[in-house]
């Protein structure tokens, strides 16, 4: 049977379309600026002249910034830090948000440990102990010095043993009876059921590796070791000449501050673009789908 639908229906659908419609474009028109600025000329950009749409067509300050080895490397250095970085972190927020997750009477320390990864978020110990920890551990200039102070992000933690908490105890429970321990009903039971929170989790690590430039500045001394933000910060945003050879000098004078920084939001943001559409359909499944029938 076909549902008939009144005027009011009619108008409430229309004016549904309509806000969604305009919040997208919200959304998507200031990235259609920042990618018409990168590809338009630094007079056109300096000028305002640059809306949706380049001015004087040009991709100087994208050759500036890809046909380095420089570049190269700071991408190969960032792959390196999301792939190691992003793997421990959600190995690591699992296995921490599980006991966590469980009731006092199962953990009697649970909240005095929930306490302690509290604590890390209200009060910092500061920069300089933050260095001084990577510099006396060994761990200055290489990868480990990106990776490792951030190991455990305490909020993705707090996310995930709340999502832990939300899910049906039947199911652990029968996972018990059936002679499985705590390893097997993690990963068997839990963390599968647990996809769209991993999902989004694994997304928060992502963006956080990859967009992070200040602790590459500060670990690593030597700029082939720079992951790509700190690269691009270095070079184009503060125009770092020492780093640029004499042969590069001719095209940094053709990109201005403008185009220069378009083209490293625009760069830094596509990766994120790329892996979001495959993501995108764990945020619109149900927690839990088929687990547990009344």
């Known amino acids: 049977m076909v549902e008939r639908l009144t005027t009011g229906r009619r108008v409430f659908v229309a004016v549904n379309y309509a806000l969604l419609l305009f919040m997208s474009l919200l959304c998507l028109l200031p990235l259609i600026h920042v990618l018409s600025v990168s590809f338009s000329s630094s007079e056109a950009a300096t000028a305002g002249l640059v809306k949706l749409w380049p001015v004087e067509f040009t991709a100087s300050s994208y050759q500036f910034v890809l046909a380095k080895p420089a570049f190269l490397t700071s991408v190969g250095v960032t792959l390196q830090r999301v792939a190691i970085g992003v793997t421990v972190n959600m190995l690591l927020t699992i296995l921490v948000a599980y006991p966590l997750s469980k009731e006092v009477t199962k953990f009697p320390y649970r909240t005095v440990y929930v306490w302690v990864f509290v604590i890390t978020i209200l009060f910092h110990g500061g920069l300089i102990p933050q260095y001084m920890i990577v510099k006396y551990t060994g761990i200055m200039d290489t990868i480990w010095a990106l990776v490792l102070p951030s190991v455990v992000p305490v909020f993705n933690v707090v996310l995930l043993l709340n999502f832990f908490r939300g899910l049906p105890k039947e199911l652990e429970e029968a996972a018990f009876i059936d002679g499985a321990g705590h390893w097997t009903t993690l990963w068997r039971v839990i ?5 769209p929170a991993l999902a989004t989790i694994t997304l928060f690590a992502t963006v956080g590796h990859w967009n992070s430039w200040f602790d590459g500045l500060i670990f690593m001394n030597s700029p082939e070791h720079y992951p ?13 000449l020492s780093l640029v050879s004499s042969s590069d000098m001719k095209s940094l004078m053709e990109v201005s501050d403008r185009t220069a920084k378009a083209a490293q939001i625009f760069l830094g ?8 559409p495959f993501l995108q359909r764990f945020f619109m499944k149900g927690i839990v789908l088929g687990s547990v029938k009344e």
Not at 269 to 276: S, T
């Open 269 to 276: 943001a596509l990766p994120i673009l790329l892996v979001y």
């Open 191 to 195: 963390v599968p059921l647990s996809a």
């Open 228 to 240: 790509l933000q700190s690269y691009l910060q270095t070079v184009v945003i503060n125009r770092d």
